[in-house]
């Protein structure tokens, strides 16, 4: 019943900012335990976690990301967003949204997302 759909800006140029919603239905982003996740996969690599927004609001990141990435939760809309600063083409991957309690039970369909000029 839980669906995350992905959206935003298939194409973004270099040095900008990526921005993504994420729209949760049929659940909701406050069930108790949840954590609501940003994942991505670029050709050749496994699934890179982003970071995540908690079910009361906390958000966590990968190191690697944590100086560039942003994510925040609208509960009114049911949305989470990802915010990219700076990105490079090496950011080009498929973007995925995710959740659940300790493993993500639900996935949306991933975006392609290509960082070029």
């Known amino acids: 019943q839980v669906q995350l759909q992905e959206s935003g800006s298939g194409l973004v140029k270099p040095s900008q900012t990526l921005s993504l919603t994420c729209t949760v239905s049929?659940?909701?982003?406050?069930?108790?335990?949840?954590?609501w996740s940003w994942i991505r996969q670029s050709p050749g690599k496994g699934l890179e976690w982003m970071g995540a927004?908690?079910?009361?609001?906390?958000?966590y990141y990968s190191p690697s990301l944590k100086s560039r990435a942003s994510i925040s939760r609208d509960t009114s809309k049911n949305q989470f967003t990802l915010q990219l600063f700076s990105v490079t083409p090496e950011d080009t991957a498929v973007y995925y949204c995710?959740?659940?309690?300790?493993?993500?039970?639900?996935w949306g369909q991933g975006t392609q997302v290509t960082v070029s000029s």
């Open positions: 927004v908690s079910y009361v609001d906390g958000t």
């Open positions: 995710a959740g659940g309690y300790r493993r993500w039970d639900y």
């Open positions: 049929g659940g909701s982003l406050t069930t108790n335990y949840y954590d």
